[in-house]
């Protein structure tokens, strides 16, 4: 099944009936329990493969566009639901070695990754202050009935704002750290809020932080189940490994696509085909790391493909901007609003797709927490029982 069909509520009716269908079979076929565990960690292990599938075979205009990194989080999303029902039909299992300290290591991963997701969120942000320059530069010259010397002057100061943005965000990632903010402010209405009120909270990362050192923490012994390990908990190890490899695979892509602190993405991802899933993981990994190589993208903020589009469109406009004489002839009057269009088209983009992403970002982070949350509480009850 695409990973396209498992849009917003769409997902949690998945997993609710995959955990409903889990707890059904345990209460009425306890004799047939490993088999029936062996069968969900078999469809678990197909789904993850299909997902990333589809994920694989977007067209290089589509990978690593905003609606792309949608569905990359849908596809987290909808993993972390499966992942979830599985483990709840297995709490005297979690109590137990090997599975306890591998459930453990995963959380420890998981609570690494939440720091990332602070960081796309101040991403985002940038994303957004580069919008409103978009926006000025519409307001000066789209739909205009003439043009003349003030609105250029207004979309030129637009054009230098936007590419200082874009250049001290290459040259330093201080200036996100400095805007830093925990999900749990996300009510604030940013509107009403200046820069200088903006203040690191609880979840916030430090000015020191680097996403390319947090993505090595979370691959660090990153490693295949061994057998051992797997016939002791059932088959369970395979799931844990799983869910690991989307984990760092979702937060290293969306490290890739995003601007974020010492980005870096010389990431190795060490996954022996034996998994049904490998293949695609290893494919998007290579599509992704080709992209970052090539000319025009080596030294991209983030390889999003609507950044790439918002450097391409304020480069042709500051050119032919800096071409213009007054009064405007007839065929350059015709060639700003051509270019016109481009910078809008990338502005609706942009204005239709990055709040529902990071809204789902920030679903992303609160589904760690409570999963997190559910399973130790969960294996806490078992220990006291």
């Known amino acids: ?59 290089s205009g589509d990978l690593l566009s905003l609606s792309w990194i949608q569905k990359l989080l849908d596809v987290f999303l909808v993993c972390q639901e499966e992942f979830r029902a599985l483990l709840s039909g297995c709490k005297e299992e979690l109590n137990r070695q090997p599975m306890n300290r591998l459930i453990n290591e995963y959380f420890d991963r998981s609570v690494k990754a939440l720091d990332v997701c602070n960081a796309i969120r101040d991403g985002i942000e940038q994303i957004r202050q580069w919008q409103m320059q978009l926006e000025i530069l519409l307001c000066a010259l789209d739909g205009q009935k003439s043009l003349g010397e003030g609105q250029f002057r207004r979309a030129k100061k637009a054009l230098i704002d936007l590419a200082i943005g874009m250049l001290d965000e290459k040259e330093s990632n201080s200036v996100i750290s400095q805007r830093n903010r925990s999900f749990g402010r996300s009510g604030i209405n940013r509107e009403h809020r200046s820069m200088e009120n903006h203040r690191s909270l609880s979840w916030s990362v430090s000015r020191s932080w680097s996403a390319a050192r947090q993505l090595q923490a979370i691959g660090n012994n990153l490693i295949a189940p061994r057998p051992n390990d797997i016939l002791a908990t059932n088959g369970l190890a395979v799931a844990v490994y799983t869910m690991n490899y989307v984990l760092y695979f979702v937060m290293w892509a969306l490290v890739a696509a995003i601007p974020c602190q010492d980005r870096g993405l010389q990431t190795h991802f060490h996954v022996t085909r034996q998994f049904i899933w490998a293949g695609p993981v290893l494919a998007l990994h290579e599509k992704i790391l080709e992209e970052s190589k090539k000319r025009d993208r080596r030294n991209a903020t983030g390889l999003l493909k609507e950044i790439h589009e918002i450097e391409k469109c304020a480069r042709h406009m500051n050119a032919l901007v800096d071409s213009v004489n007054f009064p405007l002839t007839e065929e350059k009057d015709e060639e700003v609003r051509q270019r016109m269009k481009e910078v809008k088209s990338v502005y609706e983009a942009i204005k239709q797709s990055l709040n529902p992403m990071e809204r789902q970002v920030r679903e992303v982070f609160h589904r760690i927490v409570r999963s997190r949350t559910e399973c130790l509480d969960s294996m806490g009850r078992a220990n006291t029982s």
């Open 1 to 59: 099944m695409p990973a396209a069909d498992f849009q917003g509520s769409s997902a949690s009716h998945t997993a609710r009936s995959f955990l409903s269908l889990r707890r059904d079979q345990v209460h009425s076929m306890d004799s047939n329990e490993p088999t029936i565990l062996s069968q969900e960690l078999e469809t678990f292990q197909r789904h993850v493969a299909d997902f990333l599938a589809d994920l694989s075979s977007a067209s």
